[in-house]
């Protein structure tokens, strides 16, 4: 699987957007872009995923940009709940396992 | 929720002992995977198993070793207990409808500290 590369951390305003960033240079044609987030001692939550189209669901937004070696994630209005360690994992699901490979993802501390 | 329970929450054991961690899967679900978590960083791959059998194993000696039962829950176990097998030990499970594999959906994991 593709590697990633993320802000060790950052802060955002309660209520605003918060665009957090991912590398994936190395991508390749066949895998997709997951992002996940991990609430202090919780297990770690999916968001959303994609492979080229931008994607929206009820939690964030995924911008992945033409020739897919970047991409950010949208929290449109980030509450203090979304605080958390957000994962950004490139992975092609094989038969010989559907395993996701995290990096050290970036710590995001939404601030009143 | 995720429907994903782990059991038990907490324990500590001894260096040289054995362990067995539990999980039951999210309701139709038919695949489940094993992480382990050390303190600070992101969790890493242990196996995964479809069917019964494991189908894909991550970095992790022989002494990790799982099961997947016909009802789809799964055990990890862990023999030889070393100290930096403390960690926090997540399951995930999975279904793959279709041939494709759905995302996964994660438990509250299990702590183990080993001393």
């Known amino acids: 699987d593709a590697k990633t590369t993320q802000p060790t951390s950052m802060d955002c305003a309660e209520g605003r957007a918060a665009n957090l960033p991912c590398n994936h240079s190395?991508?390749?044609?066949?895998?997709?872009v997951y992002w996940y987030r991990q609430i202090h001692s919780q297990g770690p939550q999916y968001i959303i995923h994609g492979l080229k189209n931008n994607e929206t669901n009820e939690m964030a937004s995924l911008i992945i940009t033409e020739d897919r070696k970047s991409s950010t994630l949208i929290l449109p209005h980030a509450t203090l709940r979304d605080t958390a360690v957000y994962y950004c994992?490139?992975?092609?699901?094989?038969?010989?396992?559907?395993?996701?490979?995290f990096g050290g993802g970036t710590r995001v501390l939404v601030k009143p | 929720e995720t429907g994903v329970t782990q059991s038990p929450t907490h324990l500590i054991k001894t260096r040289g002992q054995q362990v067995t961690l539990r999980c039951s899967s999210q309701?139709?679900?038919?695949?489940v995977s094993w992480y382990q978590q050390a303190l600070g960083q992101g969790p890493q791959f242990i196996f995964q198993y479809y069917r019964e059998e494991e189908n894909g194993r991550g970095n992790f000696p022989p002494r990790f070793s799982g099961l997947q039962f016909p009802n789809y829950s799964s055990e990890l176990n862990v023999n030889a207990l070393e100290l930096d097998d403390s960690a926090l030990y997540l399951c995930?499970?999975?279904?793959?409808?279709?041939?494709?594999?759905?995302?996964?959906?994660f438990g509250e994991g299990s702590r183990l500290t080993v001393l």
């Open positions: 309701s139709g679900h038919n695949t």
């Open positions: 190395t991508i390749s044609g066949n895998e997709y």
């Open positions: 994992i490139v992975r092609v699901a094989t038969a010989a396992g559907n395993k996701l490979t």
């Open positions: 995930a499970s999975s279904s793959s409808a279709g041939g494709a594999w759905g995302e996964l959906f």
